[in-house]
Antibody
Framework: VQVQESGPGLVKSSHTLALTCTVS??????????WHWLRRPPGRGLEWVAY???????FYNSTLESRLLVSADTSKDQLSLTLRSATAADTAVYYC????????????????????WGPGTVVTVSP | SDELTQPPSVSVSPGQTASVTCSGD??????VCWYQQSPGQAPLLVIH???QRPSGIPERFSGSKSGNTATLTISGTQTVDEADYFC??????????FGGGTKLTVL
């Protein structure tokens, strides 16, 4: 399974940032999936951005939630992220990453780790 | 607190043992993952469930936990291990928490 993010590279301030994550080697329509978007701003650490799963459930970073939308197109094996009203603070390398799951002794399925990452796509928000 | 605290930097000589710590209230009752991020590369999972090493990760990487502090240990550190290391836990409602990251220098 491989993952590849793509995006515009440069976004003007106050405009909308739109990214795509294409999954190959496995079909999103063939079973359960759990995917995340993360980012790393220059000179800073990793920041979790959003989550989407095969049930259509989404979770968003509370600091970004009002501007953020993630979706999945299983027919194209693609995930999408749109972030409105971009600012310089949104400048970062954006990654999509697969969440692996573990089974507890009680039979519950819980998140385990980010076991597969795309190479990332650089987004620069210009003034 | 939802924070995970890591030292900003750790230095080690080649062949020696490097230890990177991750402290926080959430560490004690949640599994910890560790990621290595080399310059220009995507993060790579090196430890999950506190101490489990994924397939393909060298045996010199190990993880442990005591109380509210998790530790990533690299035995016989090599120059290729020079990277940023991040700890991570799953948390609700913030869902995912990362430590601030530790820059490991091998010199």
């Amino acid at each position: 399974v491989q993952v590849q993010e793509s995006g515009p590279g440069l976004v003007k301030s106050s405009h909308t940032l739109a990214l795509t994550c294409t999954v190959s080697g496995a079909s999103l329509s063939s079973g359960d999936f759990y995917w995340h978007w993360l980012r790393r701003p220059p000179g800073r650490g990793l920041e979790w951005v959003a989550y989407i799963d095969s049930d259509g459930t989404t979770f968003y970073n509370s600091t970004l939630e009002s501007r953020l939308l993630v979706s999945a197109d299983t027919s194209k094996d693609q995930l999408s992220l749109t972030l409105r009203s971009a600012t310089a603070a949104d400048t970062a390398v954006y990654y999509c990453a697969r969440e692996s799951q573990r089974t507890t002794s009680e039979g519950l399925q819980l998140p385990d780790a980010f076991d597969l990452w795309g190479p990332g796509t650089v987004v620069t928000v210009s003034p | 607190s939802d924070e995970l605290t890591q030292p900003p930097s750790v230095s080690v000589s080649p062949g020696q043992t490097a230890s990177v710590t991750c402290s926080g209230d959430k560490v004690g009752d949640r599994f910890v993952c560790w990621y290595q991020q080399s310059p220009g590369q995507a993060p790579l999972l090196v430890i999950h469930q506190d101490s489990q090493r994924p397939s393909g990760i060298p045996e010199r990487f190990s993880g442990s936990k005591s109380g509210n502090t998790a530790t990533l240990t690299i035995s016989g550190t090599q120059t290729v291990d020079e990277a940023d290391y991040f700890c991570q836990v799953w948390n609700s409602p913030t869902y995912v928490i990362f430590g601030g990251g530790t820059k490991l220098t091998v010199l």
